[in-house]
């Protein structure tokens, strides 16, 4: 069939070029049999081991997991995967074609003049070498050739002259691997048996996958000593950093490696077309192979096909391998669903009245789980219930429950409950959400919070006294149009879920004029100038155009000791983790003629990859925006630490909810099965009926289609649904 559509498309001006395209995409991920049988066929197919999935998994939990521990004790060091270069991170396929077709010309050997005819080439490595020959045939072949000698002008013309190292290509993978370790809290190192006089070609060829400026460790050019003992040696200058695994072509380095650090992980990189170090392939020291960096990314193409309909699960876009997503957003629109007003109103009935069910069935289990009526049990047990709470019940134990609520249950008064949230619908590129204002996502988590009211209600009558903070202007100025169409439609859904009487929507900064006086924004102004100004010269020689990596990690050392802690006692977050969050929030300004959302996908896949001829402007300018938004972040929280800026100021002895959960604080889940918070995704109901939020992005890659309603208007869906049963 495959076949039969390239003829077809081939009898078109360009439709050849169209078909490959696709089929590149949608073969992309395959199991290696079938990455062959098309081969064969002449057609384009690509396919990652389950093995090798399962080792960078591994790695990539690793540093996840040591990273999570250095956010609760940030004295550990920071977790690292170290890489070896050449036939490791670094693909010498062009100094290899050279070196064999120089030596294959000086000696007579036809198959090194055409190295196609081979079904493996040597490396430098004298096991590879030899095992070339022997397999190969050569030496029975060519009884005249001084192998010695071949030898000796194959490594020579492999090595020499150096510029041509700057030739290597990327082992496929390695950006999107040095993309996922940095996302994981951790960072990508190199080690190689290179000498220091090529560093330069060695950094120019890794910048070709956009990693600049690496933290790379050479041999001295006067080495005599094997490579192996120089780079467990070499290890030395890792020592600030937590190496969790290894990656190497080599035995004896892995080895030599392990004996100082016996807990990492080692894995063999055995890069396809290149005779192996060891022809079984099975390494002596029993390390896993890997023959790329590439996973299979998680995308509608790629899960079983009864989870197609399933949402992301991701916190983040950087989660999501945006460049691998397919974009159905054309065939979505085809069939979008349009509601009517009575359809609409009976959807918004449904929400709540299977909110108040399930508030008269917490309410219930409370007062079965409770049979004293103790009015502080009750409240504890829903407050914390797992339909409400996000993250452990033991953030907010029954002792902390006694401290904060038993002085308003003695007076019969409403309980104060204080959250920030709903700032503004992020609708920066098109890949968040589907538009500006708020959708069913907003209207959800109303209802939810509307569904905790009631069933507090019903087992402390006073209630809650709930108030939602807006800070849509607080930490990053906005277009007042913006805000006010945003907020606008906020009040619409908040008098359909009752308005007043389940809680309170207000300004932040109104707040804080009435508590902090009326001229606390001219003052918060001056301190905030002061701050940034402060920021800047801390980083003014920094820059995350041209060396992004470092610069943050650099920035993020700088700001935790300018900084100090939060108001609350926290620590201030690191510069690196709001960069990575606020770098999805920065505006994409797409050419004339493409597409938002195409733009931006375009520029999100590889987004440290700033030499990219056609793309780096416009991913420097991200980065760039992304910097100076952190350095405002950082600079409102020092600020409203120092002017008590802050809910525990404005609402004495109220309780706090959080999505991001904590000790001492009550973790909130707006809507259920949803990590991703409503104001930064779009309303999503799934093949189950339940109502929750995803990525636009990822929403469309798994087929769902908009529902548009007269309750938000004609230019943005209302919600998106699984167009599976």
């Given at each position: 069939?495959?076949?039969?559509?390239?003829?077809?498309?081939?009898?078109?001006?360009?439709g050849?070029?169209?078909?490959?395209?696709?089929?590149?995409?949608?073969?992309?991920?395959?199991?290696?049999?079938?990455?062959?049988?098309?081969?064969?066929?002449?057609?384009?197919?690509?396919?990652?081991?389950?093995?090798?999935?399962?080792?960078?998994?591994?790695?990539?939990?690793?540093?996840?997991?040591?990273?999570?521990?250095?956010?609760?004790?940030?004295?550990l060091?920071?977790?690292?995967?170290?890489?070896?270069?050449?036939?490791?991170?670094?693909?010498?396929?062009?100094?290899?074609?050279?070196?064999?077709?120089?030596?294959?010309?000086?000696?007579?050997?036809?198959?090194?003049?055409?190295?196609?005819?081979m079904?493996?080439?040597?490396?430098?490595?004298?096991?590879?070498?030899?095992?070339?020959?022997d397999?190969?045939?050569?030496?029975?072949?060519?009884p005249?050739?001084?192998w010695a000698?071949?030898?000796?002008?194959?490594?020579?013309?492999?090595?020499?002259p150096?510029?041509?190292?700057?030739?290597?290509?990327?082992?496929?993978?390695?950006?999107?691997?040095?993309?996922?370790?940095?996302?994981?809290?951790?960072?990508?190192?190199?080690?190689?048996?290179?000498?220091?006089?090529?560093?330069?070609?060695?950094e120019?060829?890794?910048?070709?996958?956009?990693?600049?400026?690496?933290?790379?460790?050479?041999?001295?050019?006067?080495?005599?000593?094997?490579?192996?003992?120089?780079?467990?040696?070499?290890?030395?200058?890792?020592?600030?950093l937590?190496?969790?695994?290894?990656?190497?072509?080599?035995?004896?380095?892995?080895?030599?490696?392990?004996?100082?650090l016996?807990?990492?992980?080692?894995?063999?990189?055995?890069?396809?077309?290149?005779?192996?170090e060891?022809?079984?392939?099975?390494?002596?020291?029993?390390?896993?192979?890997?023959?790329s960096?590439?996973?299979?990314?998680?995308t509608g193409?790629?899960v079983?096909?009864?989870?197609?309909?399933?949402?992301?699960?991701?916190?983040s876009?950087?989660?999501l391998?945006?460049?691998?997503?397919?974009?159905?957003?054309?065939?979505?629109?085809?069939?979008?669903?349009?509601?009517?007003?009575?359809?609409?109103?009976?959807?918004?009935?449904?929400?709540?009245?299977?909110?108040?069910?399930?508030?008269?069935?917490?309410?219930e289990?409370?007062?079965?789980?409770?049979?004293?009526?103790?009015?502080l049990?009750?409240l504890?047990?829903?407050?914390?219930?797992?339909?409400?709470?996000?993250g452990p019940?033991?953030?907010?134990?029954?002792t902390?429950?006694?401290?904060d609520?038993?002085?308003?249950?003695?007076?019969?008064?409403?309980?104060?409950?204080?959250?920030?949230?709903?700032?503004?619908?992020?609708?920066y590129?098109?890949?968040?959400?589907?538009?500006?204002?708020?959708?069913?996502?907003?209207?959800?988590?109303?209802?939810?919070?509307?569904?905790?009211?009631?069933?507090?209600?019903?087992?402390?009558?006073?209630?809650?006294?709930?108030?939602?903070?807006?800070?849509?202007?607080?930490?990053?100025?906005?277009?007042?149009?913006?805000?006010?169409?945003?907020?606008?439609?906020?009040?619409?859904?908040?008098?359909?879920?009752?308005?007043?009487?389940?809680?309170?929507?207000?300004?932040?900064?109104?707040?804080?004029?009435?508590?902090?006086?009326?001229?606390?924004?001219?003052?918060?102004?001056?301190?905030?100038?002061?701050?940034?100004?402060?920021?800047?010269?801390?980083?003014?020689d920094?820059?995350?155009?041209?060396?992004?990596?470092?610069?943050?990690?650099?920035?993020?050392?700088?700001?935790?000791?300018?900084?100090?802690?939060?108001?609350?006692?926290?620590?201030?977050?690191?510069?690196?983790?709001?960069?990575?969050?606020?770098?999805?929030?920065?505006?994409?300004?797409?050419?004339?003629?493409?597409?938002?959302?195409?733009w931006?996908?375009?520029?999100?896949?590889?987004i440290?990859?700033?030499?990219?001829?056609?793309?780096?402007?416009?991913?420097?300018?991200?980065?760039?925006?992304?910097?100076?938004?952190?350095?405002?972040?950082?600079?409102?929280?020092?600020?409203?630490?120092?002017?008590?800026?802050?809910d525990?100021?404005?609402?004495?002895?109220?309780?706090?909810?959080?999505?991001?959960?904590?000790?001492?604080?009550?973790?909130?889940?707006?809507?259920?099965?949803?990590?991703?918070?409503?104001?930064?995704?779009?309303?999503?109901?799934?093949?189950?009926?339940?109502?929750?939020?995803?990525?636009?992005?990822?929403?469309?890659?798994?087929?769902?289609v908009?529902?548009?309603?007269?309750?938000?208007?004609?230019?943005?869906?209302?919600?998106?649904?699984?167009?599976?049963?």
């Amino acid at each position: 069939m495959l076949v039969a559509l390239r003829r077809l498309a081939a009898a078109g001006t360009n439709g050849l070029d169209q078909v490959d395209e696709v089929l590149v995409a949608e073969l992309r991920h395959l199991s290696p049999a079938s990455t062959e049988a098309l081969r064969a066929a002449g057609l384009p197919g690509r396919g990652v081991g389950r093995r090798q999935q399962q080792v960078l998994t591994d790695v990539l939990n690793r540093v996840v997991e040591r990273a999570r521990r250095r956010r609760s004790d940030p004295a550990l060091r920071r977790p690292a995967v170290l890489l070896d270069l050449d036939l490791c991170a670094l693909n010498p396929r062009d100094r290899t074609v050279r070196a064999l077709r120089e030596t294959g010309a000086r000696h007579g050997i036809v198959e090194f003049a055409d190295p196609d005819l081979m079904s493996q080439w040597p490396t430098y490595h004298p096991a590879s070498w030899q095992g070339c020959l022997d397999r190969g045939g050569l030496r029975d072949r060519y009884p005249d050739v001084d192998w010695a000698d071949a030898y000796r002008d194959y490594c020579q013309a492999f090595f020499e002259p150096w510029d041509r190292l700057a030739d290597d290509e990327p082992t496929p993978g390695l950006p999107r691997f040095v993309w996922d370790v940095f996302h994981a809290g951790g960072c990508v190192v190199f080690s190689t048996g290179r000498r220091e006089r090529v560093r330069r070609y060695s950094e120019a060829s890794l910048a070709r996958a956009g990693v600049l400026r690496p933290r790379l460790v050479m041999l001295p050019d006067d080495r005599t000593r094997p490579v192996h003992e120089l780079k467990a040696e070499n290890m030395a200058a890792f020592a600030d950093l937590d190496v969790v695994a290894v990656f190497d072509d080599l035995c004896d380095n892995r080895r030599a490696i392990a004996k100082q650090l016996p807990d990492v992980l080692c894995v063999a990189v055995e890069l396809p077309g290149f005779a192996l170090e060891h022809p079984a392939g099975c390494p002596d020291d029993g390390a896993e192979v890997i023959v790329s960096f590439e996973r299979v990314p998680r995308t509608g193409r790629t899960v079983a096909v009864a989870e197609r309909a399933d949402l992301s699960h991701t916190l983040s876009l950087a989660e999501l391998p945006v460049g691998e997503l397919a974009d159905h957003r054309t065939a979505a629109a085809a069939r979008a669903v349009r509601l009517s007003t009575g359809e609409s109103r009976r959807l918004v009935d449904v929400l709540l009245g299977n909110a108040d069910a399930a508030a008269g069935r917490v309410a219930e289990a409370a007062r079965r789980g409770h049979p004293d009526g103790d009015p502080l049990r009750l409240l504890h047990h829903v407050l914390t219930r797992e339909r409400f709470r996000k993250g452990p019940r033991g953030n907010y134990p029954l002792t902390q429950a006694q401290r904060d609520l038993r002085p308003f249950v003695d007076r019969g008064e409403p309980v104060p409950v204080v959250t920030f949230g709903f700032p503004v619908k992020l609708h920066y590129n098109d890949l968040k959400t589907t538009g500006p204002r708020p959708d069913l996502a907003e209207l959800g988590a109303l209802v939810r919070m509307r569904e905790l009211q009631h069933a507090v209600r019903e087992v402390y009558p006073p209630g809650l006294r709930i108030t939602v903070l807006s800070d849509g202007n607080h930490f990053h100025p906005r277009p007042a149009a913006l805000l006010r169409a945003y907020h606008d439609k906020l009040a619409d859904y908040h008098t359909l879920v009752g308005g007043a009487d389940i809680l309170e929507i207000t300004d932040v900064e109104d707040v804080a004029a009435a508590v902090l006086g009326a001229d606390v924004r001219l003052r918060r102004q001056v301190l905030l100038d002061a701050a940034l100004g402060e920021l800047d010269a801390t980083l003014a020689d920094l820059d995350v155009t041209t060396a992004p990596l470092t610069a943050l990690e650099e920035a993020s050392d700088r700001c935790a000791a300018l900084l100090g802690n939060r108001g609350d006692g926290t620590v201030m977050p690191r510069f690196v983790d709001l960069w990575r969050s606020l770098l999805y929030v920065v505006p994409v300004v797409p050419p004339p003629t493409v597409a938002r959302h195409a733009w931006a996908r375009l520029l999100y896949a590889d987004i440290l990859h700033v030499t990219d001829p056609r793309l780096g402007p416009d991913r420097q300018r991200l980065l760039a925006e992304a910097w100076q938004r952190t350095l405002r972040y950082l600079a409102v929280l020092s600020v409203d630490r120092d002017l008590r800026y802050d809910d525990t100021t404005f609402f004495p002895g109220r309780v706090r909810l959080t999505p991001n959960p904590r000790p001492g604080s009550l973790g909130f889940t707006y809507l259920g099965g949803a990590g991703v918070l409503p104001w930064h995704g779009t309303a999503a109901l799934d093949p189950l009926g339940q109502l929750s939020t995803d990525f636009a992005v990822a929403l469309y890659d798994r087929g769902y289609v908009p529902v548009y309603s007269p309750l938000l208007g004609d230019d943005q869906p209302w919600f998106l649904t699984s167009s599976r049963p």
